[in-house]
């Protein structure tokens, strides 16, 4: 399936199923390198609904010992962000003196990622780290800062891989890019 069809969209293959693969490879062995040497507790705390597959493919790879937490914020609404963050499931655990990597399909505007920071930092965490699976710097010009980038990619729109179009395509193993 080299094209899509949602909504009227016609999407093509980005990221093919082989190279995300590769992508998950080089972000766990940095993830790995830093955190082994980490004195203390480790939480993952994965963004929802974006980053489940991301997360699930992700500490398979990953080797050392953590807690997994999820959040839902919902920021987008059809194809662009709304400028607002909304908690729709919050932190369950402490993590007060812990170190928090947060786990985030795609920094888009960076107002997900820097608000959602900005809320844990209060918790006092011993560490904040952030890992995108995908970035785009064109569109938040680097105004938060990503420990961890799979991938930088242009500001198009993409689906698949954990990643919607109106709740749909997250189930495509592949990322797709919206033909222009
Ligand atoms: P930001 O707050 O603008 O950085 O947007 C982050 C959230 O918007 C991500 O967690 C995604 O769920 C969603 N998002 C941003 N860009 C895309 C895209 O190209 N496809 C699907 N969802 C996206
Ligand atoms: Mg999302």
Redesign the pocket.
């Known amino acids: 399936m080299n094209v899509v069809t949602y909504f009227d969209k016609v999407f093509s293959v980005y990221i093919s199923k082989k190279e995300i693969e590769q992508i998950l490879d080089n972000l766990a062995s940095s993830i790995n390198e830093h955190y082994k040497n980490v004195v203390g507790d480790v939480v993952l705390v994965s963004?929802l609904?974006?980053?489940f597959i991301f997360m699930a493919d992700l500490v398979r790879r990953l080797d050392f010992e953590f807690d997994i937490e999820f959040v839902k914020?919902r920021?987008?609404e059809d194809?662009e962000?709304t400028g607002n963050?909304e908690l729709l499931l919050e932190l369950h655990k402490d993590i007060k003196g812990k170190h928090v990597l947060v786990v985030?399909?795609?920094?888009?505007?960076?107002?997900?990622?820097?608000q959602f920071i900005a809320q844990i930092h209060g918790e006092e965490p011993a560490s904040i780290r952030v890992c995108t699976l995908?970035s785009?710097p064109d569109?938040?010009n680097d105004i938060i800062h990503i420990d961890y980038i799979g991938k930088e990619i242009p500001p198009?729109?993409?689906?698949g891989y954990g990643?919607?179009?109106n709740g749909k395509a997250r189930n495509l193993d592949a990322i797709y890019q919206l033909e222009t």
């Open positions: 963004i609904d974006g980053s914020i920021s987008y194809m962000s963050i985030e399909d795609v920094v888009d505007t960076g107002l997900t990622i820097e995908l785009k569109v938040h198009a729109f993409v689906i990643l919607d179009i």
